[in-house]
């Protein structure tokens, strides 16, 4: 029996996921969790879900027990208008609220508010909910749609599962499974209660778990072993949205980052139970590995590592703890500082110093230095959680902190999480808050983006959205000594880039060149963006195989790989066409310690 580290690497894990997919002995069993999941996101990311798993061609199966429950699921759907009648109650309160608030309301309640402006926000706010309640109350949910698109899917990947024997040795060995929690299953088929205090006498806990299909998880992972058995499989994988379940995966508390520093897990790194890769590797003699991955996981591999164009089902699978974004608005009321505090945020500066992150130990109880480890934590989950509890305590933060959240910012936004990237749109729109504030958070932006750890010029790596982010703030004359401090160093690379943040606004021209349907050349402004014999790790598809991409998806990939907004990007010639990637097209080596000249 092989026990999982009680503080794995992240990094370790995902390679690990990485290699075992890639294997030509993987075989990837889907839950019904992750299926019926289909039904409770859009059509594009529903779509995105399936187009990334029959990717993987037969290695993907879905187990029979798995499509009974999809199938349950289905029967038991709502049909109709499934806002209607949250948009009606919303509706109601609002009318509530308005009609109540103005009976409290005068020219002395609010400081920085008259009855009459009171009341024009009121009723603003009041249309705006309004309008938004008619738009959605009578959306319908599209399950036809969905149904249309998995059903075939679920026939297609279905596993020819001898289910008679199946069932038998369940009828023969699941209640004793239970008895002693071997997993998988023990949760669903009943947990003993702690005895109360109440009885004098010693006595049994009571069972809880499941009334009906207390068995469905046992039947599927029967199903899974008996397939990998008779396909000699290498890898058996586990595709789950209830890997937060102790009767299926483990889940480390911290892991250690890229730093090797312990950090929180919030369940994007699971394990599987050693008991399931002990029974696995005894019936299945040729296996090498057994793995429970989250959905979240294994989105993030297949657009990091193969390739997959992710980013409806990446918002899909966010959770809602995500800071409200705020329109930039114009200069009015600022924060009310200490004088010293003021003078502290003033002090704007930047050094590579700025890019080691150490928590002070007179500070390590404090709950802005407890969010920004939130930050660095693994899984959209802890770091959407952190951007939310931060965006109230960023007008009492100093700016050593400012900067190790714009830090702490990019690396989120760059494993997809979106709540932190909603937090720097809030922050920096927010014009009543101090400049040093917006600026010293711009710095640990800029620095992350475009500085290794050590403070030198780096090849720069941001979502769309946060490029977009610091093109835009560039030319703001009150945080404009941020760029003054980062982007400046650049200047002796500035032709190693694209585009730099602070320059004249400019368009690029791409020009892009096809012979028989495949992608022959990319050229901005006349210089090569792509090689047709390129590294891996270089490839437009990650997984080394050809696939067809529209002119729009290649113009946003160029955006973010060159990390600039795909607005400064124009296409010259037509752009409402698809063209094959060639198996090992893929951008140049570029960046400003590789000699290559970008304009």
Not at 367 to 378: F, H, K, N
């Amino acid at each position: 029996m092989i026990f999982p580290e009680v503080i794995p690497s992240r990094a370790e894990c995902q390679r690990v996921i990485i290699e075992a997919i890639k294997s030509s002995g993987a075989r990837i069993y889907v839950d019904a969790s992750v299926l019926i999941h289909c039904y409770e996101m859009s059509r594009s990311a529903c779509e995105e879900l399936l187009n990334a798993l029959d990717s993987f061609g037969d290695s993907v199966r879905v187990p029979v027990w798995s499509a009974k429950e999809t199938w349950d699921h289905t029967r038991r759907l709502k049909t109709r208008r499934p806002l209607a009648k949250t948009a009606a109650a919303l509706t109601r309160r609002m009318t509530q609220f308005r009609t109540e608030s103005l009976r409290y309301v005068d020219e002395k309640t609010f400081d920085d508010l008259s009855a009459d402006q009171f009341a024009d926000a009121v009723n603003d706010a009041a249309a705006m909910i309004e309008d938004l309640t008619k738009r959605t109350h009578k959306i319908e949910p599209g399950h036809e749609a969905a149904n249309a698109r998995l059903l075939p899917f679920i026939a297609k990947h279905s596993i020819p599962s001898n289910m008679a024997e199946i069932y038998r040795e369940v009828s023969e060995t699941g209640e004793t499974r239970f008895a002693h929690e071997v997993p998988p299953g023990f949760g669903d088929g009943g947990q003993k209660a702690e005895p109360t205090d109440s009885d004098e006498d010693e006595q049994e806990g009571s069972l809880k778990g499941k009334k009906t299909n207390r068995h469905g998880d046992l039947i599927m992972w029967l199903e899974a072993l008996q397939d990998c058995d008779h396909a000699d499989a290498k890898h058996l994988i586990i595709l789950t949205r209830d890997n937060s379940k102790r009767d299926w995966a483990y889940k480390p508390e911290r892991v250690l980052g890229d730093d090797d520093v312990p950090q929180e897990n919030a369940g994007l790194v699971t394990l599987p139970m050693p008991l399931l890769t002990q029974e696995a590797k005894q019936r299945c003699r040729g296996l090498e590995g057994v793995h429970v991955i989250s959905l979240e996981m294994f989105t993030q591999v297949a657009r990091s590592s193969f390739g997959a164009r992710v980013i409806n089902l990446v918002r899909a699978l966010q959770p809602a703890t995500r800071v409200p974004r705020t329109r930039p608005g114009p200069a009015g009321r600022v924060v009310d500082l200490a004088p010293e505090d003021a003078a502290k945020l003033a002090d704007i500066s930047f050094s590579s110093m700025d890019m080691i992150y150490e928590r002070p130990d007179e500070e390590k109880d404090d709950s802005i230095w407890r969010q920004i480890d939130g930050l660095r934590a693994e899984g959209w989950t802890a770091q959407n959680k952190a951007a939310s509890e931060l965006q109230p305590l960023i007008a009492s933060a100093n700016p050593d902190q400012l900067k190790q959240i714009g830090r702490g910012i990019i690396a989120a936004s760059n494993e997809e999480a979106l709540g932190p990237v909603d937090l720097a749109t809030a922050v920096l729109g927010n014009r009543e808050l101090p400049p040093g504030i917006r600026a010293n958070l711009l710095v640990g932006l800029l620095a992350e983006t475009y500085f290794d750890e050590n403070g030198e010029p780096a090849k720069p790596v941001a979502s769309p959205d946060v490029a977009s982010l610091l093109f835009d703030h560039a030319m703001e004359e009150d945080t404009r000594r941020a760029y003054s401090l980062t982007i400046e160093r650049l200047a002796p690379y500035k032709n190693s880039y694209l585009a730099l943040p602070g320059e004249e606004v400019r368009s690029i021209r791409l020009e892009i060149q096809t012979a028989q349907s495949a992608l022959q050349s990319v050229q901005a402004d006349g210089v090569e963006l792509i090689e047709p014999d390129a590294p891996e790790s270089r490839r437009l598809t990650s997984s080394g195989l050809s696939g067809s991409i529209s002119v729009t998806d290649l113009v946003a990939v160029i955006a973010r790989e060159f990390v600039i907004p795909t607005t400064m990007l124009e296409v010259d010639g037509p752009t409402n066409f698809q063209f094959e990637i060639p198996e090992r097209a893929g951008f140049i080596s570029w960046g400003p310690l590789t000699g290559e000249t970008l304009r």
